[in-house]
């Protein structure tokens, strides 16, 4: 029985890293303020947090996003200018 509650405490741990954020930076091709999303130069289109104002980007400027996956989605947590 304890062996169940170990593989399973470890099995969780690897799942909730699998949800962690990932970065990426890029140049952005277009933004759909009403639809909430932002497709980058690469073709890539990723949706805006909650937090995100879509007012604040503009077409050609490059960022650096950290974003969620949700499902297929990829969901923007914070903008930088790009490095």
């Not at 029985?1 to 593989?7: N, Q």
């Not at 091709?29 to 909650?50: C, E, H, N």
């Amino acid at each position: 029985m304890r062996t169940f509650f170990v593989v399973t405490a470890m099995a969780a741990t690897l799942m909730a890293g699998a949800a962690s954020a990932a970065t990426v930076s890029a140049q952005i091709k277009s933004i759909d303020v009403k639809g909430r999303t932002v497709t980058m130069a690469d073709g890539k289109i990723y949706q805006l947090g909650p937090n995100i104002k879509a007012d604040k980007l503009k077409s050609g400027e490059k960022i650096s996003v950290s974003y969620d996956k949700a499902g297929a989605k990829s969901i923007i947590t914070k903008v930088e200018p790009a490095k």
